[in-house]
């Protein structure tokens, strides 16, 4: 009996070729801390390339780039800081990083108006 090539190996596959996160717009590192109390997120493209991003002493959440989900917290929402789009976020399943930063959740433009 022949052993069926798992999916997750095909999206692996896929994943070497196309970037991080494939089929989605972005992806948002972790935070990546400067010292003093000063945290950074990076919004990266599938090629890694900054983007966008948020630097802050403060609550992530609430400063008005991205929006967090109840616990477990993650970011569940991005509004592009350079054009204003509002974007959803899924947590990246893969273990992708850009350089030292991995990625925490992958974002894509939402489709559907409420
Ligand atoms: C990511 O951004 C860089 C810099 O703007 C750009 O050169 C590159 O083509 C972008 N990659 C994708 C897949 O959009
Ligand atoms: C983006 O979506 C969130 C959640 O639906 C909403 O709270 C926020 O107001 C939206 N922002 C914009 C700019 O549409």
New binding site residues.
Partial sequence: MKTPIPLAVLLGLSITAY?ICPGFNFAIGNIISLGEGVSQWNVY?????V?DGLTTTKNPCTQGIFGCSPTPIFFDHYTSSITGLNYTCLRDPNSEVCGNDVISVCVRAIQFKP
Wanted: with cysteine.
């Fill in positions: 970037g493209n599938s090629s890694c390339f983007i």
